[in-house]
């Protein structure tokens, strides 16, 4: 099975940084568009940034201008650099791999997901 791992979560005071890794074997991240979704408690998971192999990254609404989503294809790592974080962004964040769709904002996104980390706590008081 093709294993995604995140790491860099953990709690952080409002207002400040966190910066998550996703670990993917490298022919994925050059073949796959990448995404970091996340499922805040009691709530649906939902989608928060996208990088395609060309193209423009997507970004949801609520973390546009705070989040980056990038990725070294050297270290065989995706990012998500979070900046300005707020209590609503407390969540499991995931890493996925996804085929065809990118956009992150697109219908249907979360279900065309082909492989998923499993997720790492982001907690912001």
């Known amino acids: 099975h093709v294993q995604l791992v995140e790491s860099g979560g953990g709690s952080v005071q409002a207002g400040g940084s966190l910066r998550l890794s996703c670990a993917a074997p490298?022919?994925?991240?050059?073949?796959?568009?990448m995404g970091w979704f996340r499922q805040p408690p009691g709530k649906a998971r939902e989608g928060v940034a996208s990088i395609p192999r060309f193209g423009s990254t997507s970004y949801a609404d609520s973390v546009k201008g705070r989040f980056t989503i990038s990725k070294d294809n050297a270290k065989n790592t995706l990012y998500l650099q979070m900046n300005s974080l707020n209590p609503e962004d407390t969540a499991i964040y995931y890493c996925?791999?996804?085929?065809?769709?990118?956009?992150?904002?697109?219908?249907?996104?979360?279900?065309?997901?082909?492989?998923w980390g499993q997720g790492t706590q982001v907690t912001v008081s």
């Open positions: 996925a791999a996804l085929p065809s769709m990118c956009a992150i904002q697109a219908p249907g996104v979360e279900a065309s997901v082909r492989f």
């Open positions: 490298g022919y994925i991240l050059s073949a796959y568009c």
